[in-house]
């Protein structure tokens, strides 16, 4: 079946380090794929995705390709901060044969980041 | 501009009394979902509605049921809450593509007393 992989947490790093999280999937089919995230407390909010291979998403910078050869969207920031704590979920979507996936989305088990000052 | 409500924020109930949970919507998207996530865990999906028609996923307990009366708004109701049942409960909405995001709300904790 689908599936996501992430690299096990927790991670902690300094203020101003580099971020690398990462993310393999398998899945049937071509999907979308996506990055998450949450803070204490709150529901989750999307950071990226892309939708096709070779795709790149960005934002806040954060980074993520979506590698079909690897079957892979690693996410990537160069230099942390602090507010960047939280837990990163990354998850695919999929269109099943004879209709809509209605968005559904397959995560994979979450990485904490902690990031001191 | 809250796009995804989610009342109440935190919820305290005792084991085996009803309780039922709200979501509402102003996107006014197709699918809205209802997850329950424990302890930093994955969201792990209960059930989604496509507009009016309802998909359950196999291994939701017969404990949770949910009901959709319009396009704003979607219920989650525990018959007889247990004790392995306190966890976060989010919503979410999506136009309900391969390609469409999900946009979650800030989710009601549920505590069982």
């Known amino acids: 079946g689908d599936s996501v992989t992430q690299m096990e947490g927790p991670v902690t790093l300094s203020e101003e380090a580099c971020l690398t999280i990462?993310?393999?999937?398998?899945?049937?089919?071509?999907?979308?794929l996506f990055w998450y995230v949450q803070y204490p407390g709150e529901g989750l909010q999307l950071l990226l995705k892309a939708t096709k291979a070779d795709d790149k998403g960005s934002n806040k910078g954060f980074e993520a390709t979506y590698r079909k050869e690897t079957t892979s969207f690693h996410l990537e920031k160069g230099s942390v901060q602090v507010s960047d704590s939280a837990v990163y979920f990354c998850a695919l979507s999929l269109s099943y044969a004879g209709g809509t996936s209605y968005g559904k989305l397959t995560f994979g088990q979450g990485t904490i980041l902690t990031v001191h000052p | 501009d809250a796009m995804v409500i989610q009342n109440p924020r935190y919820q305290v109930t005792q084991f085996g009394k009803p309780v039922t949970l709200s979501c509402s919507q102003t996107?006014?998207?197709?699918?809205m979902y209802w997850y329950q996530q424990k302890s930093s865990q994955a969201p792990k999906l209960l059930f989604h509605?496509?507009?009016?028609?309802?998909?359950n996923e196999a291994d939701t307990p017969d404990n949770f049921q949910s009901r959709r009366p319009n396009t704003s708004f979607c219920f989650l109701d525990i018959r007889s809450p247990g004790l392995g049942d306190a966890a976060m409960y989010l919503c979410?909405?999506?136009?309900?593509?391969?390609?469409?995001?999900?946009?979650f709300g800030p989710g009601t904790r549920l505590t069982v007393t």
């Open positions: 979410a909405t999506s136009r309900g593509s391969r390609v469409d995001e999900q946009y």
């Open positions: 509605y496509y507009d009016k028609d309802f998909n």
């Open positions: 996107l006014n998207h197709n699918v």
């Open positions: 990462n993310c393999t999937y398998t899945a049937t089919g071509y999907p979308s």
